[in-house]
């Protein structure tokens, strides 16, 4: 797709303003109803398409992404334009600098769109707790499109965007592509920089693109990916072009299959899809092993408390002070109003949503004196086994297959006032996370509902920093 766009441009066949225009014709058209945006860059997109133009014009080389409309989930700072996280907290916030994906992807040319909606800071699986809006999703309006960044999967699913960019913090990019039937990859912990990203749960957030093919991904990686002093957990990437490791030759791979992902839990319309797309890797050339995670059973539990602990602190600067709404004023004040503590317990009162207060309870109470060593400290342990099952997995194979998610999407409401039917969302993406490997979405199959034919996706997890095998592997299987 992106390749092809590439093409066409350089070729005269299409100019970056037209397509950039015919991308925002599309948004007008079609955003009343998919809703994924919340902030659009009009003018700031047609110039840097007409900079690309003039470029291309001159007979100067442009980069793959040059001049290609994209979208950015509104978690990521784009100097002097609003970046809210989709809270009230952070409604009238500008953000005075790039994120380093953001300056990467402008120094490469990339036309940005917009911002789109998540769930408020990135909690949740649905998109439906944004403080603004509720995304749809395109291929049933009825339904949600996944979360949390079901508004970078809705615009790419929807044609109101070329590719994404998401963060996946416990599957945010991968369960929405999912949903979505588009592509989601998960980098390896360390391989994106998170400067920039406003911070939810630091040692498990990762930047991932949100593309329509495995190629597009890979090319997107390529050029967010590498070390950044502002992010002391960033990797050398050492320049590689993901792109280039696509040689659609899985044949020798050994794929894991973890029996605990296969149990009776897991519906027999999904099994049956990812057992039909196991079958295709292995007529594909690749050998499938059985293996085990003996701590699989644990991995919901001790992200539901470590993610929490994270959070509870990475929220506190949200005082009403720093950022965004300041509530100081006796009127609108719901405490009494008038001094310093007031404000910070109005602003976070007015400003913040439901989830976003449960999590930041949650995390305080594990991490409390006294509770500490009986939730925090202990999940951090089972963390720690966690991974060293994937490190023992990945000693006799080379990757791991999934579903992505235990079902299609589901129905707007549906699990909103269920809170456990919506953790369980993520149960098949988490562990990535917890463990740190890279992990990509990508279509298997559809089920139908209602007359409509809804995307599955299945889910790859990769060895540390092995985003080439794992990337070969998806796109081997798109393209067969
Ligand atoms: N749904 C998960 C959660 O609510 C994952 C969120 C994410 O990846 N940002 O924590």
């Known amino acids: 797709m992106i390749r092809q766009l590439h093409e066409n441009l350089k070729s005269g066949k299409v100019t970056s303003v037209e397509l950039t225009q015919k991308y925002f014709d599309e948004i007008d058209e079609k955003d009343k109803n998919i809703l994924a945006y919340l902030t659009l860059h009009k003018e700031e997109a047609l110039a840097e398409a007409q900079r690309i133009d003039d470029k291309i014009k001159k007979g100067e080389e442009i980069d793959l992404l040059s001049g290609i409309p994209m979208a950015l989930k509104d978690n990521m700072c784009v100097q002097g334009g609003r970046t ?26 990339a036309v940005i769109l917009g911002k789109t909606n998540m769930d408020e800071f990135a909690m949740g699986s649905s998109t439906e707790n944004s403080a603004y809006q509720k995304t749809k999703n395109p291929h049933d309006l009825n339904r949600v499109p996944g979360g949390t960044s079901g508004g970078s999967a809705a615009a790419v699913a929807g044609g109101l965007a070329v590719y994404a960019l998401g963060s996946d913090t416990g599957g945010s990019v991968r369960q929405p592509a ?3 039937g588009v592509v989601g990859l998960k980098p390896t912990y360390g391989r994106v920089s998170r400067h920039g990203l406003i911070a939810m749960a630091s040692s498990f957030d990762q930047i991932g693109p949100v593309t329509q093919t495995v190629e597009d991904a890979a090319i997107v990686l390529s050029r967010i990916a590498g070390r950044d002093k502002k992010d002391a957990t960033s990797a050398k990437s050492g320049g590689k072009l993901y792109e280039d490791y696509l040689q659609g030759d899985i044949r020798g791979m050994k794929i894991g299959v973890p029996k605990e992902y296969f149990s009776d839990d897991l519906s027999s319309e999904i099994k049956e899809i990812s057992i039909k797309a196991l079958e295709k890797f292995k007529k594909l050339g690749a050998e499938l092993v059985e293996i085990n995670i003996p701590h699989n059973e644990y991995a919901l539990p001790v992200y539901y408390i470590t993610v929490p602990s994270e959070i509870s602190s990475n929220m506190a600067r949200f005082d009403g002070i720093r950022y965004g709404l300041s509530v100081d004023d006796q009127e609108q004040s719901k405490i009494g109003g008038g001094n310093l503590l007031e404000t910070y317990l109005d602003s976070r009162e007015i400003g913040l949503g439901t989830e976003v207060k449960r999590r930041i309870m949650l995390g305080t109470y594990a991490l409390s004196a ?10 951090q342990k089972v963390r720690r086994l966690l991974k060293q099952d994937f490190e023992k997995a990945f000693e006799s194979v080379d990757l791991i297959f999934s579903p992505t998610a235990p079902e299609p999407a589901f129905k707007i409401g549906e699990k909103t006032t269920d809170l456990l039917q919506m953790y369980l969302s993520d149960i098949y993406t988490v562990t990535a996370n917890l463990v740190g490997v890279p992990a990509i979405s990508f279509p298997i199959g559809t089920v139908e509902r209602e007359g409509k034919n809804l995307p599955i996706g299945g889910q790859l997890m990769g060895r540390w920093f092995g985003e080439e095998e794992l990337l070969n592997a998806a796109h081997t299987f798109e393209i067969n």
């Open 178 to 180: 999912s949903f979505c």
């Open 84 to 109: 809210t996280a989709a809270s009230k907290i952070l409604d009238n916030y500008i953000a005075p600098y790039d994120a380093t994906v953001v300056k990467k992807l402008k120094k490469q040319g």
């Open 370 to 379: 006294g509770y500490y060593d009986a939730y925090y400290k202990k999940a």
